[in-house]
Nanobody, 129 residues
Framework: VQLVESGGGSAQAGGSLRLSCQAS??????????MGWFRQAPGKEREGVAAIYLPYGRSYYADSVKGRFTISEDIAKNTVYLQMNSLKPGETGTYYCAAGPASWYGGSWCRLSPGDFSYWGQGTQVTVS
């Protein structure tokens, strides 16, 4: 399984960026799975930003990004996107795409927990100034 992120770069506070995650060789035989976006700032732990339960399209967000970020997918292109609007300087960091199995957690099919995800991309840098 390979996940390749793109779309990172620099933006001013209040600006927007769209990240893409191209998946290939995805080998899950399960009928459903989770794709997620995580970020990590220097000296901080990796944190979940958004996840999507595929192929049903149900999305989940960290409270800090609700209303500003949107995760979406194009299954035909094996690509997941993260549209980021109204960016804040504190959101600078490396953004990672990840894939993992879905499970029912009593309120959601995907969690924003890095340990739930088996495959990771190399990351793309986002700088907000």
């Amino acid at each position: 399984v390979q996940l390749v992120e793109s779309g990172g770069g620099s933006a001013q506070a209040g600006g927007s960026l769209r990240l893409s995650c191209q998946a290939s060789g995805y080998g899950y035989t399960a009928s459903s799975y989770c794709m997620g976006w995580f970020r990590q700032a220097p000296g901080k732990e990796r944190e979940g930003v958004a996840a999507i339960y595929l192929p049903y399209g149900r999305s989940y967000y960290a409270d800090s990004v609700k209303g500003r970020f949107t995760i979406s997918e194009d299954i035909a292109k094996n690509t997941v996107y993260l549209q980021m609007n109204s960016l804040k300087p504190g959101e600078t960091g490396t953004y990672y795409c990840a894939a993992g199995p879905a499970s029912w957690y009593g309120g959601s099919w995907c969690r924003l927990s890095p340990g739930d995800f088996s495959y990771w991309g190399q990351g793309t840098q986002v700088t907000v100034s």
